[in-house]
């Protein structure tokens, strides 16, 4: 029995050796070692690293060449620029402005012919428009669309405060020939070229010249060379081989203008007897208010 235990120690130990060198130049890894082969690495991209413990992401690597800073967005409140262009409902009469799509809604107010407000939308054959806080609805059929901005409207708001102001030759004008605003101005009487510089001064700033010929030589803005190419707001030129009047085109074939006692005071009218002698227009750019010939 003796014997038997002394060979079984011998085996064991023989066993053991021989494993000893079959793992030679190996080293062992403890047993709780994660290999870090396959481990994925924290990122490099600025954000906080998933592996951090540290909510805050502290240990997070920063970018090196980090976004600039975007500017703050637009509050809600913060009106657009009177320069912005909008689409406006354009009056071809005086016409209601109801508070529902329909002849049995009641009036809120009439629209001047030749005045405008922002188009909303179109239900069936109305128009929804805004003034101030109400909203209103006034018939397709007796207005037109047309691209304008508050600055052009203020232009256009003051001659039409002028409707019925009778025409005189010569009247005098709101500025001096030196572009100084004239004492002696009273607004009593226009003729064609000082109602023109009158609408452009009073709701813009705009110094025209005092008559038709140095208003046609007005460089600030966009020349307008066919009729076609008019919009609201623009102000053109008519006459045979040279230059005789001077109107405000409103869009949808209507004037704002003066032209003689016969013909009558300051008034909305249409183009037709204007538009075969049209010769060129211009479109002022309303930011710029110094120039004055």
């Known amino acids: 029995m003796k014997r038997r235990r002394v060979n079984y120690a011998f085996v064991f130990l023989l066993l053991f050796s021989l494993l000893l060198t079959g793992c030679k130049g190996t080293s062992a890894a403890p047993l709780n070692a994660v290999s870090t082969e396959t481990e994925p690495q924290p990122p490099t991209d600025g954000f906080a690293s998933p ?72 239900i069936g054959n109305w128009y929804a428009v805004k003034k101030g806080d109400d909203v209103g609805y006034l018939y397709a059929d007796y207005a037109y669309l047309a691209e304008t901005s508050a600055a052009l ?17 010569g009247a005098p004008r709101i500025l001096t020939d030196k572009g100084t605003v004239n004492p002696y101005f009273t607004g009593k009487s226009f003729d064609c070229s000082s109602f023109v510089q009158y609408c452009y001064y009073k709701g813009a700033g705009i110094k025209l010249g005092n008559y038709t010929g140095s208003q046609a030589d007005y460089t600030v803005g966009e020349k307008i060379t066919t009729y ?11 006459g045979g081989s040279k230059i005789s009047h001077v109107v405000i085109y409103l869009g949808g074939g209507l004037l704002l203008q003066t032209y003689s006692a016969n013909d009558g005071p300051v008034s909305v009218t249409t183009d037709e007897r204007w538009k075969t002698n049209f010769l060129s227009g211009r479109r002022p750019d309303l930011m710029v208010t110094e120039q004055f010939r």
């Not at 209601?96 to 799509?101: C, E, L, W």
């Not at 409207?153 to 030759?169: A, C, D, N, S, T």
Request: charged share 35%.
């Open 228 to 238: 076609s190419a008019l919009r609201r707001g623009d102000f053109y030129f008519t």
């Open 51 to 122: 592996f951090s413990d540290d909510p805050s992401g502290e240990d997070a690597t920063k970018a090196e060449d980090p976004l600039p800073d975007l500017p703050p967005p637009a509050k809600e409140d913060e009106p657009p620029s009177e320069h912005d262009t909008y689409i406006a409902v354009c009056a071809k009469t005086n016409v209601n402005v109801r508070t529902g799509a329909s002849t049995d809604e009641a009036i809120l107010f009439t629209l001047k012919k030749g005045d405008s407000l922002p188009l909303l939308k179109k």
């Open 153 to 169: 409207e203020k232009v256009i708001r003051e001659g039409l405060k002028k409707i019925g102001i009778p025409y005189e030759w």
